[in-house]
């Protein structure tokens, strides 16, 4: 058994702390609140007025935080508040809302424009003052959604990116504990509060794989974080690693009766499927992410898409993952976000995240950063043309070049699209920069029956046969790109044989159909037919 392992830090204040780890990006467990069932939280206000209210809210918590604390704290807090009470701020803030940005958004976008102003500073004291600024831009979040940033165990060890100084602040430190992050900085607030109340710390030890919980120690002296076993680097994506539009199968997992290799992935609709995800049996097809998304102030946290993202990777091992972005619009509503004039126009999937840009980047920066994690594969929503495709990369490579140089781990990871739109399926050879396509059966059929979902569930699979010839001549344009098929067709054992003779190799069903489908599929030819004695 692998011992404790000992990572190289920087100490930024002395003294020897040990702890369980409480990871700052972790997932954690939904509150009563969330669970199902209970009580829908009031969705986020937009408008000016939110916003004020909000400000207002925030200073109030960074003054009663202030109340009795040392010089040293004072003058930290009393800087934020200043920062708050900047009219130039909600004025910026104001003019992203008058071009259409949601509050929520608007105040990301200005805040995150003010961060990498100061990350990309020469000065080190110039570039810590940025977690400052993520504070204040944390707290009115929490302000406007109603959930105000929660405290930790103590005597805990904090682990993550970075700490606030407000979270430092609001945490009884009498009971010990310690810090280390993976990234930080020894003339940082934090570092500067650490060493005023003798909480041990250390900065720089690069991003390590832990489990909420687990023991933790911090050297302040020597400079190092001494972890136990089971825990790790996380290391760079091995060069050779095929991408998640790969369709081929390590060790022939399940073929044909023929002998022809099939990819049986699973879809993820729900977080509790993420738990029973089993990396011994199946990879991911599809995870659909609007379950990390259930509001607006969900939609602008970055850091809580990560989690989720980063805890199906890991949790697939080296299995393939493909996470849909945000499919929103339409009759899929997001809380806090009905009074976009996108929303009121009917857009929807891809179309709504170009028109509301700042919705993308949040999401573009999780996946980008979570990409390290595994095999990951991001899938476009509703795609109809090719430039949606563009548009889209483009934005990825522009957030891509921002994380560098904020020198966050990311990796760009290959970008495929649903094939849910007929103009889209019948056009397949134009869309030259996917990376992979996958048919999404559900919003196939609705659109090629010119039906809702509900008339074509109920309409006991008349518009199957034109659906299949559909799919049939769109692998053919595919160009030999990997084509996966991941609606419920997919999971229907019936239509196997027609999926199999148009060329899908790969199939992504719900956990549940999973066995039904490996079944049928071992019992059939490559091209469709029944294997003999079946």
């Known amino acids: 058994m692998a011992g404790p392992l000992r990572l190289k830090a920087k100490s930024a204040s002395p003294g020897i702390a040990s702890g369980p780890a409480f990871l700052a990006e972790e997932l954690k467990a939904p509150s009563a609140a969330e669970r199902p069932g209970a009580p829908a939280a009031p969705r986020t206000a937009g408008g ?50 008058e071009t259409d940005a949601n509050v929520v958004f608007a105040w990301v976008a200005t805040l995150d424009a003010y961060i990498g102003e100061l990350e990309a500073a020469d000065e080190e004291q110039m570039r810590a003052r940025a977690v400052d ?13 109603g959930t105000p940033i ?21 945490h009884d430190w009498s009971k010990g504990g310690g810090i280390a992050l993976f990234a930080g900085s020894t003339a940082g607030h934090v570092a500067l509060l650490a060493r005023a109340k003798s909480v041990p710390m250390v900065v720089g030890t690069g991003r390590f794989s832990a489990v909420d919980g687990d023991p933790v120690s911090v050297d302040g002296d020597a400079g190092a974080v001494v972890l136990e076993a ?3 680097l996380i290391p760079p994506l091995a060069p050779g690693l095929a991408p998640a539009g790969d369709t081929q199968i390590a060790g022939g997992e399940l073929r044909t009766a023929d002998g022809v290799p099939i990819l049986l992935s699973i879809n993820i609709n729900d977080p509790a499927e993420i738990d029973a995800l089993d990396p011994a049996t199946a990879g991911v097809g599809l995870m659909r992410s609007e379950f990390s998304t259930a509001s607006v102030a969900d939609a602008a946290n970055e850091e809580r898409q990560l989690a989720i993202y980063r805890r199906v990777l890991e949790r697939a091992a080296e299995r393939p993952v493909t996470i849909r972005m945000l499919d929103i619009g339409g009759d899929k509503p997001l809380a806090g976000l009905e009074d976009l004039p996108a929303l009121a126009s009917g857009l929807r999937g891809i179309r709504l995240l170009l028109a509301q840009p700042e919705i993308a980047r949040v999401q573009a920066r999780a996946l980008l950063r979570a990409a390290v994690f595994g095999r990951l594969s991001v899938m476009l929503p509703m795609v109809t043309f090719p430039d949606e495709i563009d548009m889209m990369r483009e934005i990825f490579r522009e957030e891509a070049e921002k994380l560098g140089r904020r020198s966050l781990p990311h990796r760009m990871p290959p970008i495929g699209m649903m094939v849910e739109v007929p103009a889209a399926a019948l056009m397949l050879d134009t869309f030259g920069f996917a990376a ?22 109920a309409d006991d699979g008349k518009a199957a046969p034109a659906v299949l010839r ?7 344009l ?22 199999l003779a148009a060329g899908l190799r790969h199939f992504s069903v719900a956990p549940a159909r999973r066995p039904a489908i490996r079944s049928a599929i071992i019992g059939l030819n490559a091209d469709g037919t029944r294997a003999a004695g079946e």
């Open 48 to 97: 000016y007025a939110a916003l004020e209210k909000a400000i207002d809210v925030s200073i109030g918590e960074l003054e009663r935080l202030a109340e009795g604390a040392d010089a040293e704290s004072r003058d930290i807090i009393d800087f934020q508040i200043e920062v708050l009470r900047d009219p130039s701020i909600a004025e910026a803030t104001g003019a992203r809302m």
């Open 133 to 145: 600024i993520l504070d204040i831009k944390n707290r009115v979040l929490g302000a406007l959604a």
């Open 150 to 170: 929660a405290d930790f165990p103590p005597g805990s060890v904090f682990v993550g990116k970075d700490m606030e100084p407000s979270r430092f602040l609001a």
């Open 230 to 232: 089971g825990s790790m």
């Open 436 to 457: 992979f396509f996958s048919f999404g059966t559900n919003d196939l059929t609705q659109y090629l029956a010119a039906s809702t979902r509900e008339d074509v569930d």
């Open 470 to 476: 559909l799919i049939a001549e769109a692998v053919k």
């Open 478 to 499: 595919a160009g030999g790109k990997p084509v996966s098929i991941c609606g419920d067709m997919a999971g229907n054992p019936s239509y196997l044989p027609a999926l």
